[in-house]
């Protein structure tokens, strides 16, 4: 099985909303990733976690908050968020994060913030 | 730094036409490369990739060669179908500290039937 699932695959919020989006994958993979990704552009990494810390956050806003509660799964909790927010996100898992490793994507997350 | 360019896009092919798509990179030390394809609607999916200088990656037709003289990365595909209408995104990951991939602007492909 080398599929990473996302929930949902839409999700509209306004930007006083909360909402979660979630990330499983069972490749027994320890490095797990949120990528954001604009029309026409690719995508921009977001934060790194691995063995389940929270090893990389590209200076993203704290009204995004990642959580991985364990291996297999890799949550993102929004809150007001801001209509420039609006894109897709797409979670990645990969075995270990060296340097030879493919990074295997879910499907994404396409969220529009009125 | 790190960096990755690729020829802009987008490519208009008819199908059984001849494919490549230019990539270029910047690094420091020993990077892996790596080919993206990103169908409409979905997820990117690996394509193939070379983890040294001189490997050659190739998936279901297509090809490329990590050249470290040339500083490059091209992918070719001999045939092109409509099928593989999609976005492409050479992507290169850092000798160390693997989790830092770093993305070119991706080039789209149309291949008219």
């Known amino acids: 099985d080398t599929e990473v699932t996302q929930t949902p695959k839409h999700l509209v919020m306004g930007m006083t909303n909360k909402k979660s989006l979630k990330c499983e994958q069972h490749?027994?993979?320890?490095?797990m990733y949120w990528y954001k990704q604009k029309a026409k552009k690719p995508p921009e990494l977001m934060f790194v976690y691995s063995y389940e810390k929270l090893s990389i956050n590209e200076s993203v806003p704290s009204r995004f908050s990642p959580e991985c509660p364990n291996s297999s799964l890799l949550n993102l909790h929004l809150h007001a968020l801001q209509p420039e927010d609006s894109a897709l996100y797409l979670c990645a898992s990969s075995s270990e994060g060296s340097s030879t490793d493919t990074q295997y994507f879910g499907p994404g997350t396409r969220l529009t913030v009125l | 730094g790190n960096s990755v360019t690729q020829m802009e896009g987008p490519v208009t092919l008819s199908e059984e036409a001849f494919l490549t798509i230019n990539c270029t990179y910047t690094?420091?030390?020993?990077?892996?490369l790596f080919w993206y394809v990103q169908y409409p609607g979905e997820g990117l999916q690996l394509l193939l990739k070379?983890?040294?200088?001189?490997d050659k990656g190739s998936n279901k037709g297509f090809e490329a060669t990590y050249r470290k003289e040339t500083t490059s990365f091209h992918l070719e595909k001999g045939s092109v179908q409509v099928s593989d209408s999609a976005v492409y995104f050479c992507a290169l990951s850092p000798g160390a500290g693997g989790f830092k991939t770093i993305f070119g602007a991706g080039t789209r492909l149309f291949v008219k039937a």
């Open positions: 490749m027994g993979h320890r490095a």
């Open positions: 070379a983890t040294k200088a001189d």
């Open positions: 690094a420091t030390g020993y990077p892996s």
